[in-house]
């Protein structure tokens, strides 16, 4: 019953949200030391996909530049997915894209034709059913889907497990000593629970305080 009551909490707004965390006495720390958050929204989901993996395992600027240039592939700087599909490998990789990002950037330029990457047609999906439509496509997992949903499509009660920041910020923040993931995960789980449905916003401040420790 309890879990019950946290799904029909008055949180619609930001501020709102706000209110209800601060009933976790860790997280009212957290929001007061970090102060106001900014969320942004772009419901083009095709095209967030494609920049995510471009932007895998480089840095910020690195992905910054590889992402311009990509788009300067394209003469309106709109990858759209039957150009992209009939453009060579080569010329991908002169951009600055390996092989292996172009064959994961086909897919989802696939994916988009054949099925469909309309968040439009998608946005009344549950997060975990919208979540499972997308690893469908070879080179895009649970971890980059999760990311998509909570900074680009701003859905507000993700908590993605697998993320070594909110690992490592629940760990420092409340104490928790388990080293095995299956009970970590559990443990994080358990007092994730009170933030329903605002756990996205909670993992922000977590990540948030964990850039600026200690508290």
Same mark, same amino acid.
């Given at each position: 019953m309890l879990a019950c009551f946290y799904y029909f909490y008055p949180v619609k707004t930001k501020a709102a949200r706000i209110q209800h965390l601060k009933k976790d006495k860790k997280l009212r720390e957290v929001i007061?030391?970090?102060g106001p958050l900014k969320s942004r929204r772009d419901?083009?989901?095709?095209?967030s996909l494609l920049r995510s993996?471009?932007?895998?395992?480089?840095?910020?600027?690195?992905? $910054?530049?590889?992402? +311009?240039?990509?788009?300067?592939l394209f003469k309106d700087g709109y990858a759209d997915?039957?150009?992209?599909?009939?453009?060579?490998d080569d010329k991908l990789r002169a951009a600055g894209l390996s092989y292996q990002k172009a064959g994961y950037l086909k897919n989802?330029?696939?994916?988009?034709? !054949?099925?469909?990457?309309?968040? $439009?047609?998608?946005?009344?999906?549950?997060?975990?059913?919208?979540? !499972?439509?997308?690893? !469908? %496509?070879? +080179?895009? +997992?649970?971890?980059?889907?999760?990311?998509?949903?909570m900074f680009t499509l701003d859905r507000h009660d993700i908590l993605p497990l697998d993320d070594l920041g909110i690992q490592n910020g629940m760990r420092h923040l409340y104490k928790i000593e388990h080293q095995n993931?299956?009970?970590?995960?559990r443990e994080m789980q358990r007092i994730a629970e009170a933030w329903r449905p605002c756990r996205t916003l909670a993992c922000l401040y %977590?990540?948030?305080?964990?850039?600026n420790k200690p508290l």
């Open positions: 007061k030391r970090v419901p083009d989901l095709y095209q993996i471009v932007g895998q395992q480089l840095s910020v600027k690195a992905a $910054n530049t590889i992402w +311009g240039r990509f788009l300067d997915p039957k150009l992209l599909l009939k453009m060579k989802i330029a696939r994916f988009s034709i !054949e099925k469909t990457l309309d968040y $439009n047609k998608l946005k009344k999906m549950s997060d975990e059913d919208l979540i !499972e439509y997308l690893v !469908e %496509i070879k +080179g895009v +997992g649970r971890w980059t889907v999760e990311m998509i949903l993931k299956k009970e970590l995960f %977590i990540w948030r305080h964990k850039d």
